[in-house]
């Protein structure tokens, strides 16, 4: 193994150089990051969906959220066709979502929620806020970039209070927090999930989602907010 890391480290660095030259060449093309302990992954999925319908997208494949994995995509996916590219972005250790952002050049952050589990991968909860709970991909958006955040979690309301940027927050209820999207009259059932959308510009959209489990509102109502920035309606997104 220790004869081989030398030679592991020059290819991995090498990619990583090649994506970052590569995607530089893209300049209109607006680029997604989505981090957090948990929900990442189908918080992705769902933006994908919606934004495919009014967008040419691009999004990072299953669980390929690593250094490699993203810059493994942006060389074998990218095209000059490509707007939008949704970025799913994993780290193991603190500084490792910074690196992501020097690759990729997110506009827009998403911090879909920050807990302890990974806490014995990162040592510390001061690491796993710097990583997954958003701090780096705030810092690493430009001035007019836009964070958006889930209010129905305490770390990411501190990162919310916390950007001197253009932000925006969603939570389940409207009531516990000043939302700019919550739910309401949720209904669960065994193979959907009913919901009205309200914003505080009193819009308001019924939805019918065929998944399953509560916990998706989140994830959802975090992808419908990124889905309206971008100028989608309500009623293309639902």
Not at 105 to 118: A, D, S, W
């Amino acid at each position: 193994v220790l004869l081989f890391q030398p030679l592991f480290v020059l290819g991995r660095n090498n990619i990583i150089k090649k994506a970052t030259e590569k995607i530089k060449k893209f300049d209109k093309l607006i680029v997604i990051g989505i981090t957090g302990s948990y929900g990442k992954t189908s918080t992705k999925e769902f933006l994908t969906t919606m934004l495919a319908e009014k967008f040419n997208v691009l999004s990072t494949k299953e669980h390929r959220n690593s250094e490699v994995g993203i810059s493994k995509t942006i060389l074998e996916e990218l095209n000059k066709d490509h707007q939008i590219f949704i970025v799913e972005m994993g780290a193991y250790k603190k500084g490792g979502i910074t690196l992501l952002c020097d690759i990729v050049r997110p506009m827009i952050g998403l911090v879909t929620g920050v807990n302890e589990q990974h806490m014995a991968t990162f040592g510390s909860m001061e690491n796993i806020l710097s990583a997954e709970g958003g701090q780096e991909l705030l810092e690493s958006l430009p001035k007019n970039g836009l964070i958006i955040v889930n209010g129905d979690n305490k770390y990411c309301v501190d990162l919310y209070k916390k950007a001197n940027i253009h932000k925006r927050i969603y939570s389940e209820r409207g009531d516990k927090i000043d939302s700019d999207i919550w739910a309401e009259e949720v209904s669960v059932s065994k193979g959907s999930l009913d919901f009205v959308a309200m914003t505080k510009k009193a819009d308001a959209e019924y939805f019918k989602v065929n998944v399953l489990g509560k916990q998706n509102i989140q994830n959802l109502l975090g992808a419908i907010l990124v889905a309206k920035e971008l100028g989608m309606s309500f009623s293309e997104i639902s």
